[in-house]
C-alpha cells in the first residue's frame, strides 16, 4: 500500500482552476520532487494535501485512509509533516519551544496536568523535552535552544523549522522550497541534512524546489507542474531530457 | 559632552554599587525584612507618626495623603523611609547570609514546601501590615482581586493575542451567581427568603458559590467563543464588547437579583486568608497552565495559526478552552469581589471596569504573570492615590498607559517567564 495517495484532485479558486486532475503515489521511504514555474500552484498543492484547503474534487488517501474534508492539525498527527517556504515560526517563542510544541499530540497530558502541574505532567514534559534537544542536536542548532527564533540568522531559522517538522515524528515529511534564500553553503548543508533526515528516520520526503540541481540530486521520481497541471513525471534524468519541461520551465529561448 | 559622560557614569557607579548591595538578598531575606518593618510600625509606628506631624499612620505608604494634603508630604516620606524602605534594605542585607542558607536548605525538599513556606511569611507579612487599618484591609482584599481579573484577562489578550472586552460582563455574571448561591442556600433574605441549608454550612460552602460563579461566567464566555473562534480577526472585540452591556442590562432588567438597586446582604466570608488563597490559587494554577506546552499552544496560535494548526495543535480547542478558563477566573474574581463589597450593582461592570482592567493588563505587560501583578498593584495604588480627584483620575490613567504604550509598547514586563523555582532561588555572592 502506498504511503500517500492522491486520486483526480482539482481545486479551484472562484472561477480559476489552480489544480487540475493532480495525481500522486509516494511509496515509503521515497524522496519525490515537485518543480514547475512561479504560480504553477505548487504550494497550493501542499495546501490541498496538508487540509489548510479542501480540494473541489478527488480523494487523499494518507496509509489508505481518506483525509479529505479532515482538519490540518488532524492530518499532522496523522504523520504528515510540513515546513513552510516562508518561514512561519512563532516570533515570541525560542527555538526549544517551537520544537516542544510539535509534539502537542504527543504531549501525554491533559487540561488537569496542564493547570496542576502533576508528577505525570512533569515527566511528560522532561521527556518530550529530551527529545527535543535530541533533534536540536542532529541538526547543530542546540547550542542555540534558549534563543527566541526572531534573534537568529536565516540559516539557524530554517534548521529550526525543520526540528520543529521532525519533532512531530512524520512518516512523510513536506518540504516547502527549503533552501530558499540560501547561500551556497547553506545550501550544500541543508541537502546534507535532508540525506541524513531520510537515513535516519526512513521517512518519505515530498520536495518542492526551484533549484533544479538540488531536486536533481535528492529525487527518485519528479513531478512538473505548469498552470496546476502535471505535464511530465519521471526520474531525473527522464526530466531533464522531456522537452515539455524544457520548454515550460527552463525557457524556450536559445542561448546564442 | 564631558559632563554628560561624567553624570553618566556616576549613575553607574551608583547602579553597580545599588547592585552589589541588593543582589545577595534572596527573597526570603525581602521577606524577613518586611515582618521586622511590619513589627516595627506596629511598636512605634502611631508614635513615629505623631512625631512627624502627621495625623495618623499613613495607610497607604501616604500616597492617599498625597494629593489630600500636600503640606504633610514630607512627614510621609520620612515615615515610608524610617519604619519600611530602611529597616527592609538592612535588615534583608544583614539577614542574607542567613536567609540564603535557609532557602538553600528548603530547596533540598520538594519546591512545594519552599513556595508554603515564602507564601505563609508573605500572607503574615500582609495580615499584620493591613491589621493597622480596615481601610488597608479592604484595599488589599480588592488589589488581590484585580490580581485575579488581569492575570486572566492576560491568558486572552496577552497569551492568546485576541482582544477581549468582556471581562467586566464575565465578572458580573461570576458575582451575581456566587451572590445568588450564597443568599439562597445559606443566609436569610428579603429576595430569597429562608436559607435552605443551615448557615452554619455556609463558610465551608464558600469556595463551592465562587465555583459556581465562576462555572457560570465560562458558561456566559461559550456564548461568545462559539462564534467569535471560527475566523480570526476583530470579531471578538466587537461580541465581546456587545456581550458585556448584554450582561450589565441584563441584570439591570432582572427583578429578581434586585435590577439597577443591585443585590446586597452577601454573607461576610470573604476575609483576607480566603481572597489571599484563591489569588494564589488563581496565580499558581493559571502560571502552570502558560508555562505547559498545552499552554504555550496558546502564544503558538497568536504568533502564527497555520503553523502552529500544521504541527498537531489543536487551534480552536486551544483557544476555547483558554477563553473559557480566562472567564471561570474572571468569575471568580467577581464572586470574591460581591462577598468583600457585600453589595453589587450592575453598574460597577461597565466601561468604567473595563478600562480599569484593560489599563492594569497593557500597563503591567503582555505575555507575563509578573506584569499582571505589577500591573494590578500598581494600578490599583495608583487608583487609591488619585481618588481625591473623583472623575479626573480617568485622565491621569490614561494618559499613564499613553506613554506606556509610546515607550514599551508591550507593558512594563513583558514576555517574562514566571519561574517560582528561580524567585525562591538562594542569590549566592559572586565570588569568582
Known amino acids: 500500500m502506498p504511503l500517500l495517495e492522491v486520486k483526480n484532485m482539482s481545486h479551484d479558486f472562484g472561477g480559476l482552476r489552480a489544480v487540475s486532475d493532480y495525481n500522486l503515489v509516494i511509496e515509503p521511504g521515497q524522496v519525490r520532487g515537485l518543480i514547475g514555474p512561479n504560480g504553477a500552484g505548487k504550494t497550493t498543492v501542499f495546501n490541498l494535501l496538508t487540509g489548510v484547503y479542501r480540494p473541489t474534487e478527488g480523494e487523499i488517501l494518507l496509509e489508505g485512509k481518506n483525509i479529505v474534508g479532515l482538519q490540518p492539525y488532524q492530518i499532522a498527527s496523522m504523520g504528515l509533516g510540513r515546513t513552510f517556504q516562508e518561514l512561519r515560526l512563532w516570533r515570541h517563542m525560542t527555538v526549544l519551544e517551537h520544537v516542544k510544541m510539535a509534539r502537542y499530540s504527543k504531549l501525554g497530558y491533559g487540561l488537569i496536568g496542564a493547570f496542576l502541574g502533576t508528577p505525570k505532567r512533569h515527566r511528560k514534559e522532561a521527556d518530550n523535552e529530551s527529545k527535543a534537544y535530541a533533534l536540536l542536536e542532529m541538526l547543530g542548532i542546540l547550542q542555540l535552544a534558549d534563543q527566541v527564533v ?38 550544500i548543508q541543508m541537502m546534507k541534512i535532508i540525506r541524513e533526515i531520510k537515513d535516519r528516520f526512513g521517512l518519505a520526503i515530498f520536495l518542492i524546489e526551484h533549484r533544479l540541481r538540488m531536486v536533481m540530486e535528492l529525487c527518485e521520481v519528479i513531478q512538473t507542474l505548469v498552470f496546476g497541471k502535471v505535464i511530465a513525471e519521471g526520474n531525473p534524468e527522464q526530466i531533464q531530457k522531456n522537452p515539455k519541461v524544457i520548454d515550460a520551465y527552463l525557457g524556450t529561448e536559445t542561448v546564442e | 559632552m564631558a559632563e554628560n559622560n561624567g553624570g553618566g557614569s556616576v549613575w553607574v557607579r551608583t547602579g553597580q554599587i545599588l547592585t552589589a548591595f541588593f543582589s545577595p538578598i534572596p527573597l526570603l531575606g525581602w521577606l524577613s525584612g518586611a515582618v521586622f518593618a511590619i513589627f516595627l510600625e506596629h511598636i512605634i509606628g502611631n508614635s513615629l507618626a505623631v512625631l512627624l506631624g502627621l495625623p495618623k499612620i499613613p495607610v497607604l505608604f501616604g500616597f492617599v495623603i498625597a494629593l489630600k494634603e500636600p503640606t504633610l508630604i514630607p512627614g510621609a516620606i520620612a515615615y515610608v523611609s524610617l519604619i519600611f524602605v530602611i529597616p527592609i534594605c538592612i535588615i534583608g542585607r544583614l539577614s542574607s547570609p542567613v536567609t540564603n542558607l535557609v532557602a538553600e536548605k528548603l530547596l533540598k525538599l520538594p519546591l512545594f514546601f519552599s513556595v508554603v513556606f515564602h507564601v505563609g511569611i508573605l500572607y503574615g507579612v500582609l495580615h499584620f501590615w493591613s491589621d493597622i487599618s480596615p481601610y488597608r484591609v479592604l484595599t488589599l482584599k480588592l488589589t488581590l482581586i484585580a490580581v485575579m481579573m488581569t492575570l486572566s484577562l492576560n491568558v486572552i489578550n496577552g497569551y492568546m493575542g485576541e482582544f477581549s472586552c468582556s471581562h467586566p460582563g464575565f465578572m458580573a455574571l461570576g458575582a451575581y451567581a456566587a451572590s445568588v448561591f450564597s443568599l439562597v442556600f445559606f443566609t436569610k433574605d428579603r429576595i430569597f427568603g429562608e436559607p435552605l441549608l443551615s448557615p452554619v454550612l455556609g463558610p465551608f460552602m464558600f469556595p463551592l458559590a465562587l465555583i459556581f460563579g465562576g462555572m457560570v461566567a465560562a458558561l456566559g464566555a461559550m456564548v461568545i467563543a462559539i462564534p467569535s473562534f471560527r475566523t480570526r480577526g476583530d470579531y471578538l472585540a466587537i461580541i465581546s464588547l456587545a456581550f458585556m452591556f448584554i450582561v450589565k442590562s441584563m441584570i439591570e432588567n432582572l427583578e429578581v437579583v434586585g435590577g439597577p438597586r443591585g443585590l446586597s446582604s452577601q454573607p461576610n466570608w470573604a476575609n483576607l486568608p480566603t481572597v489571599f488563597i484563591w489569588t494564589v490559587l488563581c496565580i499558581w494554577i493559571i502560571n502552570n497552565f502558560v508555562r505547559s506546552t498545552l499552554g504555550k499552544a496558546l502564544n503558538a496560535v497568536r504568533d502564527d495559526e497555520m503553523a502552529a494548526d500544521a504541527m498537531t495543535v489543536n487551534t480552536r480547542r486551544t483557544k476555547m478552552v483558554a477563553f473559557l478558563f480566562a472567564a471561570f477566573w474572571a468569575g471568580v474574581s467577581g464572586g470574591l469581589f460581591a462577598h468583600v463589597l457585600r453589595y453589587v450593582n450592575p453598574s460597577t461592570f461597565g466601561l468604567q471596569k473595563l478600562a480599569e482592567v484593560l489599563a492594569m493588563v497593557y500597563f503591567g505587560g503582555l505575555n507575563s504573570v509578573y506584569g499582571s501583578i505589577v500591573g494590578a498593584v500598581s494600578l490599583s495604588i495608583l487608583g487609591e492615590m488619585l481618588r481625591p480627584l473623583e472623575i479626573y483620575k480617568w485622565i491621569f490613567i490614561p494618559l499613564l498607559l499613553i506613554l506606556v504604550m509610546i515607550y514599551r509598547p508591550t507593558g512594563l514586563i513583558a514576555f517574562k517567564e514566571f519561574d517560582v523555582r528561580s524567585i525562591v532561588h538562594p542569590r549566592k555572592r559572586d565570588k569568582e
Not at chain 1, 534573534?151 to 529550526?160: D, I, S, T
Not at chain 1, 515529511?173 to 551556497?184: K, Q, V
Request: net charge negative; glycine share 6%.
Open chain 1, 150 to 187: 526572531t534573534n537568529l540568522p536565516y540559516g539557524a531559522q530554517r534548521r529550526v523549522e525543520m526540528a520543529r517538522a521532525l519533532a512531530m515524528e512524520p512518516k512523510i515529511l513536506f518540504l516547502d522550497e527549503p533552501t530558499a534564500g540560501m547561500n551556497p553553503e547553506e545550501l
